[in-house]
């Protein structure tokens, strides 16, 4: 019989985020297996704290937008809709932002000075995204 590893030795805490150390699919997900069942491990990781079962058309979608995540806080529940609208928020002409790049927009905003349109086109996203970040909608944790 081999022995189970618990789910918490698995986590690197040492950023932000609670990043999956264990295997992981194509995507950067990643994997564990549980009593022969195979689950992603920041479902896993939200169904543990929130002490419930996620129906299957529910996803767990990351505030952090990074696959390996597993910290409860950077996770929420929404529908493939909201998947595809949240990932289109945060991303154009395949341009990921990370939590660097957040902090940096909101140090260098100054009206008049750095506009949202300038740093939209440093950045390559859009002005309702520098928006969103400016006004705290998204990437709050950062």
Same mark, same amino acid.
């Given at each position: ?14 950023? =932000? ?17 549980? #009593?022969?069942?195979?689950?992603? /491990?920041?479902?896993? /990781?939200?169904?543990?704290?929130? &002490?419930?079962? %996620?129906?299957?058309?529910? &996803? ?14 950077? %996770? ?6 909201? *998947? ?8 154009? *002409? =395949? ?8 902090? #940096? ?29 400016? *006004? *705290? ?6």
């Amino acid at each position: 019989m081999t022995k189970t590893v618990p789910f918490n030795a698995r986590l690197d805490k040492r950023t =932000g985020c609670w990043k999956w150390t264990g295997s992981k699919n194509k995507s950067g997900y990643g994997k564990i297996t549980r #009593q022969g069942i195979t689950h992603i /491990a920041h479902r896993y /990781a939200y169904e543990q704290a929130n &002490h419930c079962v %996620l129906r299957k058309d529910q &996803h767990v979608l990351h505030t952090c937008d990074e696959p390996s995540c597993c910290r409860p806080d950077h %996770l929420f529940i929404g529908t493939h809709a909201d *998947n595809m609208k949240d990932m289109a928020m945060k991303l154009r *002409n =395949g341009r990921k932002l990370t939590p660097d790049d957040v902090r #940096q927009i909101r140090s260098q905003y100054q009206p008049y000075v750095c506009t949202q349109k300038t740093l939209a086109e440093t950045y390559g996203v859009s002005i309702k995204l520098i928006q969103d970040i400016l *006004n *705290n909608k998204i990437w709050q944790y950062v």
